[in-house]
């Protein structure tokens, strides 16, 4: 069956440094991945899309980057922020009205 | 732009009672999704729909959950009897397009517990 894992760990980073979340899938094609980040007691908030033919994208702090081969995409976070602490999710979806699927999440702190 | 809204916000009742979820989505979004999150994991589709008609509800237990969307804009889920194991917090999301290639956006959910 088609599994998105991520690691259910708790990730602990100085701030200033970088940290990088893993999302791993298998038995999934995916057209296009996506990254959410979710505070306690709110919605997911969309961050990135990354397509299937693309290797890396970025947006100001953030990069990602989808490996099809390995299955697998790397979330990272350069000089972080104790404000950058939250959940981070993947999702992906294997193409047109495909239903998005949600990994677990994996929780970052921030420790200023 | 106003969000996504939802209400109530939490909701404790009683097993095998009813309750319903109310979702107002962005404007001009044709596709509304709702989301069941189970504390410490991640949100499971249960059923998409495209302006008003339903595109995927392979994961909705029907036999307890319907949901709507009247005019193809707000959405109402509702759960007929609740079970323990419904505790969980609802999401409502839209999008402009229902491929998701913009990402969704969500509301802030509603907590329900069932005691």
């Known amino acids: 069956s088609q599994k998105i894992e991520q690691n259910s760990e708790a990730l602990n980073i100085q701030e200033g440094k970088t940290a990088t979340l893993t999302c791993n899938y298998t038995?999934?094609?995916?057209?296009?991945l996506q990254w959410y980040r979710q505070d306690p007691g709110r919605g997911p908030v969309f961050l990135l899309l990354i397509r299937e033919n693309e290797k890396e994208k970025r947006k100001e702090r953030l990069k990602v980057t989808f490996d099809t081969t390995l299955k697998q995409s790397l979330f990272h976070i350069t000089a972080s922020q104790p404000a950058d602490s939250a959940t981070y999710l993947c999702?992906?979806?294997?193409?047109?009205?495909?239903?998005?699927?949600f990994g677990t999440g994996t929780k970052l702190q921030v420790i200023p | 732009e106003a969000g996504v809204a939802q209400s109530p916000r939490y909701k404790i009742i009683e097993k095998r009672q009813s309750v319903a979820f109310w979702c107002n989505p962005i404007?001009?979004?044709?596709?509304l999704y709702w989301y069941q999150q189970i504390l410490g994991q991640g949100p499971k589709l249960l059923i998409q729909f495209q302006n008003n008609g339903v595109v995927d509800d392979s994961q909705l237990p029907k036999d307890r959950f319907s949901a709507e969307r009247l005019k193809g804009v707000d959405s109402t889920l509702k759960i007929q009897p609740a079970k323990l194991e419904d505790s969980a917090v609802y999401l409502c999301a839209s999008s402009p397009a229902g491929t998701g290639i913009y990402g969704y956006t969500f509301g802030s959910g509603t907590r329900l517990t069932v005691v």
């Open positions: 404007s001009g979004h044709a596709t």
């Open positions: 038995n999934y094609s995916p057209a296009y």
């Open positions: 999702a992906m979806n294997s193409g047109g009205y495909q239903k998005v699927t």
